[in-house]
Every structure is written in structure tokens, then in C-alpha cells.
């Protein structure tokens, strides 16, 4: 299908989905939100590992379109809102991991983006933040939420209500990246750690994602009760049986994802 806004590239089972709109430096509008919702509609189903980035050395998404949401009224502003969470919302639950590699800018939407995927690395030019209060709005597309569960409600409530943006370091040793390279480096090294997953049994690392999600808001109890009963489904897997005869037998293991 062709997109107005998206570039989608596909090899070796990872597809690359890169947002392009570079006269707004990737801002997000309806129309780039609906089109990622039908792309992940029709994401092949042989895909193992999805790559997400942004069009251009500048920015990965720079944010929400402020022109689109300037003349909006209350009950248009959460219907904004609800499109950028249940898009979002669906990238956060895709049965494969999803790695966000953020080249420049993401800030507001940007951010919010970069949080609902698995993994996010970046290239040391990044620029993390929600700024949305200084707009007189606050994070819509479920910055709130997501912000406090990685980095912590003390530096998430410092950052939303100031407006601060953190540089790329900064965004490391506060785990909200998993690690920063050079411009040239960034896609390289998500491809390479793409290529690591892909290489591992697909239904483990399916059921090992939504046993992480799941589990996340559970107590102790229900979630260690929730993974004992993925890890006994594994056993009713093929892929289990090739991977434990592989090890036994000193071989590479041959997924076939059954």
C-alpha cells in the first residue's frame, strides 16, 4: 500500500517503518496516526522484529501537529487524544518486539512514540521531552502514564511539568534509552539487535513480551502465577523441542515458529 507519510522497507524479517513528513520534522497528524493504524492492519505476518524511525538526521517525530490541534475544541481534543492512544496502544501490544531508533528530535508525541515501543536506542543528537504544559495542554497520546512507569514519577513530573528536554545522555542514565550511537551507527545497531531477536524461538520471545506487559501492573504473586502458566505453554511448542535438542546436541537451533 502506498502512504503519504510512512516509508516501509522489509528484509531478513525485520520491516523498517520510518514516519517522513520532513517539512514538519515528522510532526504527527490524523492523517500520519491513521495511516500507521493501517499499516499495522496489514504488517506481515513473517515480520519477527519491528524498527521504527523518522525520516531525515534532525528529527524522529518532533511532535503532535500544532496546527491541526490549535482550533480544536474539548470534545475534538480527546478525540486527538483517544487516536494517538489506541494507535500507540496497538504498537505497545504487537505480538513482536518493537525497537524505536531516534535520530534528533522527539519530543511531545515524538516522546510518546518512542515509549510505546519495546526498546528505544538513539543517536547522541537526540532531544527527549514532553512540552506540551508550555502549549497549555498536557501529553495526550498517554505520555503521563508511560513516562512515570519507565524513569519514575519524580523525574517524569519534573519533566512534564516544566517542559524540560533531556539530551541523549541524560536520557540514558535515567533508562529511557538502552543505549546512544553516533548518527551513523543508530540504524546499524538497531538492525544488528533486530537480527539478535529474530534469531531466538518467535513464540518464546511473543509469549515472553506478554508476560512483561502483562504482568507490569500485577502483585508479585499474580504475575510470578501468570509466567509460570506462559512458560508451561512453551512446552506444547515445536520450537521448545528444536531449541533444548539444539542445545543437547551442540547445534545451532532451527526455529520454525510452531
Known amino acids: 500500500m502506498e502512504y503519504s507519510y510512512l516509508k516501509v522497507k522489509s528484509e531478513n524479517a525485520v520491516c523498517t517503518l520510518t514516519i517522513s513528513a520532513p ?9 500520519i496516526l491513521k495511516e500507521i493504524d493501517s499499516f499495522l492492519d496489514q504488517l506481515d505476518k513473517n515480520i519477527k522484529v519491528l524498527v521504527i524511525t523518522g525520516d531525515g538526521e534532525k528529527s524522529f517525530v518532533a511532535g503532535a501537529d500544532i ?3 490549535c482550533n480544536l475544541n474539548d470534545e475534538e481534543g480527546e478525540t486527538f487524544g483517544r487516536l494517538g492512544a489506541r494507535v500507540f496502544r496497538r504498537i505497545e501490544t504487537l505480538p513482536i518486539p518493537v525497537i524505536a531508533a531516534v535520530n534528533g528530535f522527539a519530543l511531545g508525541g515524538g516522546c510518546e512514540l518512542a515509549m510505546a515501543c519495546d526498546i528505544r536506542i538513539c543517536s547522541d543528537n537526540a532531544r527527549f521531552g514532553q512540552p506540551e504544559v508550555g502549549l497549555g495542554i498536557i501529553p495526550g497520546f498517554s505520555g503521563t502514564y508511560r513516562l512515570a512507569k519507565l524513569v519514575g514519577m519524580g523525574y517524569a513530573k519534573e519533566m512534564i511539568y516544566s517542559g524540560k528536554a533531556i539530551k541523549a545522555d541524560e536520557a540514558l542514565r535515567i533508562g529511557l534509552v538502552n543505549a546512544v550511537y553516533t548518527q551513523e551507527e543508530l540504524l546499524e545497531a538497531a538492525y544488528k539487535m533486530a537480527a539478535k531477536i529474530c534469531a531466538m524461538a518467535p513464540i518464546a520471545v511473543r509469549y515472553a513480551k506478554e508476560c512483561i506487559n502483562a504482568e507490569y501492573d500485577l502483585d508479585a504473586d499474580a504475575a510470578i502465577a501468570y509466567e509460570n502458566k506462559v512458560f ?3 512446552f506444547a511448542t515445536r520450537d521448545q523441542k528444536e531449541g533444548m535438542e539444539a542445545f543437547l ?3 545451532n537451533a532451527e526455529f520454525k515458529n510452531e
Not at 517539512?23 to 492523517?31: D, G, M, P, R, T
Request: glycine letters at 6%; aromatic letters at 0%.
Open 23 to 31: 517539512k514538519s520534522l515528522n510532526a504527527l497528524n490524523s492523517i
Open 67 to 69: 496546527s491541526e490541534m
Open 249 to 251: 546436541n551442540k547445534r
Open 232 to 234: 508451561g505453554q512453551c
